[in-house]
């Protein structure tokens, strides 16, 4: 099987098991309306498969054929959706010709109608093909991203992606369908909290992180679905982009930097040191504070003794370590991004 019709079934798959969960499969009242996929192919498909199903010549049979009958539907929509040529075997037989596609000339209700039918008609009985799972073929990414948007982000940001007054709109919203999508991706990896200011209004709100609890494609898929619905029309992200963004505040990152800048004084265990003249990291109030303003307020600008590591370090190499120090010695501060870094004053 080909990689491109082994990850349309991944999509598959997956946007079954989110259709379950969430209830956003094919609708009863959905299948009510659909086209009738019995006079679709009396028109569009019977000239070279012929009414019942039995084919001729070089086109095969669609009866008591076993590719269309298949529980696995995605080879069977594959076909439709973009044609095929060359030698295909049915029943034993070699068959040497050209389907056409039908993409552009029907909707994913006409194609799922027509292969409903096809697949119950004459001796054919399996299951019917939803519009849903044609969509998915016709564009894997995109659906799952707003399938993962409706389960992840909606409730937040809202279906139409225009927010409220405490969650910034994702429509319109210059970071987002920014040219370069890293920002937008680093928010979504690593969460981000404190002022944010949108098309001239300010939101003061906390973003979760979603590391750890997406996978860097479903990360793309939902920002590739953000950057493009609605008004947005912004180009698609890809896994490596989520890969790349989410490397500087990886906590093994974060350890180097510590143990090469910060360890000499404040101890291998975030104990401190220097007869107390160096503060223990360890359950410090400000590196578990909610906001990380303050700590990397300090860390920037540095304190007393503390030195400054602005310029000395990059802002992603900050989150890094700010990040490491607030999840390790029994911290329990959150993840830390770039943007949080930068903006301190
Ligand atoms: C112009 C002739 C033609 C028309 C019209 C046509 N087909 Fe086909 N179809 C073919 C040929 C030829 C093949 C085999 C292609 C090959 O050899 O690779 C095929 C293959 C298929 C297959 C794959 C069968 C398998 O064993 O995998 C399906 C499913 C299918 N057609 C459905 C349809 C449907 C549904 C329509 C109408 C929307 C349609 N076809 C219209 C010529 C046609
Ligand atoms: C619990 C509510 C909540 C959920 C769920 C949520 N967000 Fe957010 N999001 C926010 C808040 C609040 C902000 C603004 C944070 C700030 O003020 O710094 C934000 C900011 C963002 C931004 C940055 C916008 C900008 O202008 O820089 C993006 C992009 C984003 N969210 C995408 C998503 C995506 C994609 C999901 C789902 C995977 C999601 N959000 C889920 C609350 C949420
Ligand atoms: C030369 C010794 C030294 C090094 C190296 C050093 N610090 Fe510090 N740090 C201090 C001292 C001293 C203070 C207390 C400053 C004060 O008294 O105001 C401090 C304070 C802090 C605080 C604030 C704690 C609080 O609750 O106020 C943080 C956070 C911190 N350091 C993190 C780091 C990180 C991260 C690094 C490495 C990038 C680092 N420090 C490197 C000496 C150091």
């Not at 969960?21 to 996929?37: N, V």
């Not at 039908?102 to 096809?118: E, F, G, P, R």
């Not at 993962?148 to 139409?160: E, G, R, T, V, Y």
């Not at 500087?248 to 104990?271: D, E, F």
């Amino acid at each position: 099987m080909s990689r491109r019709a082994s990850s349309a079934i991944a999509f598959a798959i997956f946007a079954a098991v989110v259709a379950t969960i969430y209830g956003r499969g094919a609708s009863p009242t959905a299948a009510a309306a659909s086209p009738d996929g019995s006079a679709i192919f009396a028109s569009k498909c019977a000239a070279c498969h012929q009414a019942n199903g039995a084919g001729a010549g070089p086109y095969p049979p669609l009866a008591g054929n076993a590719d269309v009958t298949s529980a696995d539907t995605a080879t069977a929509i594959a076909t439709v959706l973009n044609g095929r040529s060359g030698p295909i075997h049915v029943n034993g037989k070699t068959f040497s010709g050209a389907m056409p596609a039908w993409k552009d000339q029907l909707s994913n209700d006409d194609i799922a109608a027509v292969l409903t039918y096809v697949r119950s008609a004459w001796t054919n009985k399996a299951a019917a093909v939803t519009a849903d799972q044609v969509a998915v073929a016709r564009n894997p990414v995109a659906f799952s991203g707003r399938q993962i948007f409706a389960a992840k982000c909606a409730a937040c940001h809202q279906a139409s992606g225009q927010g409220s007054s405490a969650y910034p709109p994702l429509s319109g919203n210059p970071d987002v369908v920014a040219a370069d999508p890293k920002g937008m991706i680093a928010t979504i990896v690593n969460g981000r909290s404190g002022p944010l200011v949108v098309n001239g209004t300010t939101y003061n709100g906390k973003m979760p992180t979603w590391k750890g609890q997406l996978s860097n494609a479903d990360i793309a898929a939902v920002a590739t679905y953000v950057r493009s619905a609605w008004t947005n029309k912004a180009s698609g992200v890809t896994e490596q982009q989520v890969a790349a963004a989410g490397a500087p505040v990886l906590t093994a990152v974060g350890a180097s930097i510590y143990s090469a800048k910060c360890v000499a004084c404040h101890g291998a265990n975030g104990q401190g040191g220097g007869r107390g003249a160096f503060p223990a990291l360890a359950g410090d109030a400000l590196v578990n504070a909610a906001s990380p303003a303050g700590m990397a307020a300090v860390i920037e600008h540095g304190r007393s003794m503390m030195p400054s590591w602005k310029g000395q370090l990059s802002p992603g190499d900050i989150a890094a370590v700010m990040t490491f120090v607030r999840s390790s010695w029994g911290n329990k501060g959150g993840p830390v991004t770039e943007q949080d870094v930068d903006a301190v004053k």
